[in-house]
């Protein structure tokens, strides 16, 4: 809740599915770091927009220790369908839609979701493409960037993006 009051609008989700835990089936992750149940995030992310009048994108872009031959995806989409589903703005809009547009709806939550066999559902999003250096020196990083700023301006980035300004350790 607090980088979302302190001007961060764009969530990087990344979600562990835990079988049989008491605590939730679904977590919060990065890496080997396990944080805490996704429902603590999605209650967050709901009350910060129930508060103001921002846009948000929740973009899911990990999905660890999801079997595909059983019902995980299903049920993490329904879960987000009921955390979230007053403020989802539906897919159909596509990322041309503008503010205005998403205000007037008052739909002002966009939930990605980074698994193109589980797109389709009509209020998830196709993923944000990370464009991340993977390099560990300032000089680098801003090279990297400025180069991903300059294929933006050229019109060769022809997907949602965003850019993963850090340093690889």
């Given at each position: 809740f607090n980088q979302l009051s302190f001007g961060i609008r764009y969530v990087d989700v990344r979600i562990l599915q835990r079988v049989n835990n008491e605590e939730g089936r679904f977590w919060t992750n990065h890496g080997a770091y396990i944080f805490r149940p996704l429902l603590n995030d999605t209650a967050l992310v709901r009350e910060f927009i129930?508060?103001?009048?921002?846009?948000?994108?929740?973009?899911?872009?990990?999905?660890?220790?999801?079997?595909?031959a059983s019902d995980s995806h299903e049920e993490l989409q329904t879960l987000l369908f009921n955390e979230f589903s007053l403020f989802m703005a539906p897919e159909n809009l596509t990322w041309e839609v503008t503010l205005g547009q998403?205000?007037?709806?008052?739909?002002?939550?966009?939930?990605?979701?980074?698994?193109?066999?589980?797109?389709?559902?009509?209020?998830?999003?196709?993923?944000?493409?990370?464009?991340?250096?993977?390099v560990n020196t300032v000089d680098a990083l801003k090279n990297y960037l400025q180069g991903v700023m300059d294929s933006a301006s050229a019109g060769k980035l022809e997907f949602p993006w965003s850019a993963m300004a850090e340093l690889t350790p």
């Open positions: 129930s508060r103001t009048n921002e846009i948000v994108i929740f973009d899911i872009h990990g999905l660890d220790g999801m079997n595909e998403l205000w007037a709806m008052n739909k002002r939550l966009i939930v990605t979701y980074n698994d193109a066999r589980q797109v389709g559902v009509p209020y998830l999003w196709t993923a944000v493409d990370h464009q991340w250096g993977n």
